[in-house]
Structures are given as structure tokens and as C-alpha cells.
């Protein structure tokens, strides 16, 4: 069984890959503030890809009652969430420091495009942490009480 990341989620990570690449572009600090986003958000999205978001793919067939020994590998995904959660909240604290240098620059050099990318970034910080994250938790272990 593929455990895959909910497409509106990847979608919305591919727009926000793709506004801060533009970002990127831009001159001035604003530029060199995005890079600095750029740097620390990069290494933070791949984990999400890799194991805290695909279990939330399973939500519709857990939600229809449908369980299914196949699941049984997406509770290693959110063991590792969890074990690392403290991690991951830490990069978000990294990653919003570095969003509000990014904020002040583009502010005050005009750049919008850059200022609403670092404010939807940070809305979806908190999404995660308030939403996704503990979903994806308490997937792993409503699967570890249904498979035993």
C-alpha cells in the first residue's frame, strides 16, 4: 500500500516552493532574506514529505471504517513524527525567525509578493502544528490499537 501526502497539501507546498523561489530572485535583502528561508524551510519540507504528512492520505479510508493490515507501515511514519515532533516545532521556530527578517525587508523594500508568502508560510506553520502534526499522531495510533 502507498501512503501518499493529500494532494491539496502537496499542492500548497509545491505554491509555496514555488512563491519563495521567486522570492529568491528578488533584489536586494529581500533576496538574501528568502535564501536564508530557503535554507532552513528546505531540509523541514522534505521530512514533512517524507513521513509526517503522507498518513494523513489514509484519512478518507479511516474515516469510511476501512482498515486494513496494509496500514500496518504508516505507524513507523508517525512514530517518527512524534519522537521528532520537538524537532520539527523547533525548525518551525527557526524557520518563523527567519520568515520575520523576510517580512521586515520586504516591507520595507515593496516587495508583496515576498511579505504574502512569508505571512502564508507562517499561517501554515500553524496549521501544522495545530492540525496536521497531531492528526498524523493520532492516526499511528488509532491503526496501533485497530491492528493488533
Do not use: R, W
Not at 520595507?108 to 497531531?134: G, I, R
Amino acid at each position: 500500500m502507498e501512503f501518499k501526502t493529500p494532494t491539496a497539501l502537496h499542492t500548497e507546498h509545491e505554491e509555496l516552493h514555488k512563491m519563495l523561489k521567486h522570492a529568491t530572485e528578488l533584489p536586494g535583502k529581500t533576496g538574501e532574506a528568502a535564501k536564508v528561508v530557503a535554507k532552513v524551510l528546505h531540509p523541514h519540507f522534505i521530512k514533512e514529505e517524507e513521513y509526517a504528512l503522507p498518513p494523513l492520505g489514509l484519512l478518507p479510508m479511516l474515516a469510511d471504517g476501512k482498515i486494513v493490515p496494509e496500514m500496518k507501515p504508516v505507524i513507523a511514519m508517525t512514530d517518527k513524527l512524534k519522537s521528532e515532533l520537538p524537532e520539527m516545532l523547533a525548525e518551525h521556530k527557526q524557520i518563523d525567525e527567519a520568515l520575520q527578517e523576510l517580512l521586515k525587508v520586504s516591507k520595507a523594500e515593496n516587495h508583496p509578493e515576498a511579505t504574502l508568502f512569508a505571512e502564508q508560510l507562517m499561517e501554515h506553520a500553524k496549521m501544522e502544528e495545530v492540525v496536521s502534526y497531531p492528526t498524523a499522531i493520532l492516526i499511528g495510533e488509532y491503526l496501533k490499537l485497530k491492528l493488533k
